[in-house]
């Protein structure tokens, strides 16, 4: 299996995991501990570092380690949206109802008005649905993805 291949696996299973973590733990229902689903970008972050250190020592200078990178992220993407569509289908079916339920909670005791409440629900209500938050996730892995491996690839790569 290659390396780019490999580490997408790794970066993909991993951040599905966490985020089944979090939801087992129930932390997605409380608007502090929602902050901790972001941890998937230190993992990705980190598994970018091992993924590139090894293409690196096949040889791979500054672009090929970024289009590696990328790859890598887009491999983890198509794990993840997988991971996220059941994660919201199957295994937390309320979750989107319960997201909508801590926020509505964190607005009130922000002092916000029920209309204003109403409007800032409403506006979120068309991305919470199982294939818009799979995307999205899908998404922000690659454009992540690309990003670190810009910076990640300026370390991790062939000298010339």
């Known amino acids: 299996m ?11 299973l991993l951040c599905t995991v966490w985020t089944y973590v979090v939801g ?13 689903f972001w941890v998937v970008i230190l993992i990705q ?5 091992w993924g590139l250190r090894q293409t690196a020592a096949q040889g791979r200078a ?10 890598m992220s887009l491999v983890g993407a198509v794990i993840i949206f997988i991971g ?19 926020g509505e909670q964190e607005f009130r005791s922000q002092g916000l008005s029920d209309a ?4 800032r629900l409403d506006a979120l209500a068309s991305l919470q649905t199982p294939f818009v938050n799979a995307l999205s ?9 690309a990003l ?3 910076v990640i690839a300026a370390f991790a790569r062939k000298k010339a």
Request: proline share 3%; net charge negative; hydrophobic share 55%.
């Open 148 to 150: 670190a491996s810009l």
């Open 62 to 71: 500054y672009g090929a380690q970024v289009g590696a990178g990328t790859l």
């Open 116 to 119: 204003e409440i109403t409007t």
């Open 45 to 49: 972050i980190a598994v970018l570092i």
């Open 2 to 12: 290659s390396t780019i291949v490999k580490a997408g696996i790794v970066l993909g």
């Open 137 to 145: 996730g899908a998404v922000g892995t690659v454009v992540t993805g």
């Open 24 to 36: 087992f733990m129930g932390w997605y229902k409380d608007p502090v501990l929602q902050a901790l």
């Open 84 to 102: 996220s569509y059941v994660f919201t289908t199957v295994v937390f079916p309320e979750f989107f109802a319960e997201i909508r339920a801590a």
